[in-house]
């Protein structure tokens, strides 16, 4: 069984502020996702990051991957209300198999 | 593009009966997968699809079963409902399954939130 944890499990936070969630295992995953899920919604992709130690950016968004390939976060500048959801991250195992963390609920209040 | 359509989007029953619930995936997608997700599990994997034969598993009973036709669409079946089956049931689709390659993407669909009574 593979041990997946997300911190914080909530966040609530006033818009502007900058903040850092993470996605942590003692496992190594061979690519690692990040959806964002809003309420009545299904989870959307924001980005899939591969090699160890890769930075993504997306917009405010910035993503890394840990250099062992166990852990990743996901770091938002200046928050804004639209922010507000559930962030999953999503690692790929080395048998294939896609499994997701217990998330990190996101409120961005104006 | 359409995206991933699900249907219902509400369902309410009583322990016992059985439900189906439909995902249409995006037009050229080959790969459905379901999830279940719940307050206290969180979003755990169901089974994946893929040219109409079950690829992947999760760990659920065999009261839960699925099924994919030819045109990709999806359908998943749970008989004998526990009031534990209470759920939001989640869809995605891909163009392929999730062992071909390490980027591969997937495309949820709103969900089917169940509720049984």
């Known amino acids: 069984t593979q041990l997946l944890e997300q911190s914080p499990q909530f966040l609530s936070i006033q818009e502007g502020e900058n903040l850092t969630v993470y996605c ?6 061979s690519s690692l996702q990040w959806y964002r899920q809003e309420p009545g ?13 890769e930075v993504k950016k ?5 993503f890394q991957f840990g250099d062992a390939r166990k852990d990743s976060s996901l770091h938002i500048t200046a928050a804004q209300p639209g922010d ?3 962030y999953l991250c999503a690692p790929k195992t080395s048998y294939d198999k896609v499994i997701f963390g217990p998330g990190t609920s996101l409120s961005v209040i104006p | 593009k359409a995206g991933v359509t699900q249907t219902p989007r509400y369902l ?9 619930l439909s995902c249409s995936p995006i037009s050229g997608h080959r790969s459905v997968s379901w999830y279940q997700q719940t307050p206290g599990q969180g979003l755990q994997f169901l089974f994946e699809y893929f040219s109409e034969t079950q690829r992947n598993k999760g760990n659920f009973p065999g009261r839960f079963s699925g099924r994919q036709f030819s045109n990709s669409r999806s359908e998943m079946n749970v008989s004998t409902l ?14 392929a399954p999730n062992d071909r390659g ?16």
């Open chain 1, 84 to 86: 507000t959801g559930l």
């Open chain 2, 12 to 20: 309410i029953k009583t322990r016992g009966q059985q439900v189906t």
């Open chain 1, 24 to 29: 942590n295992s003692s496992s190594v995953f």
């Open chain 2, 82 to 95: 526990e009031l534990g089956d209470s759920a939001l049931y989640l869809c995605a689709s891909s163009l």
């Open chain 1, 58 to 62: 997306l917009k405010r968004l910035t």
């Open chain 1, 41 to 53: 919604e299904g989870p959307v992709l924001l980005v899939t990051v591969v090699t160890g130690g």
């Open chain 2, 102 to 117: 390490l980027s591969y993407e997937q495309y949820f669909g709103p969900g089917t939130r169940l509720t049984v009574t």
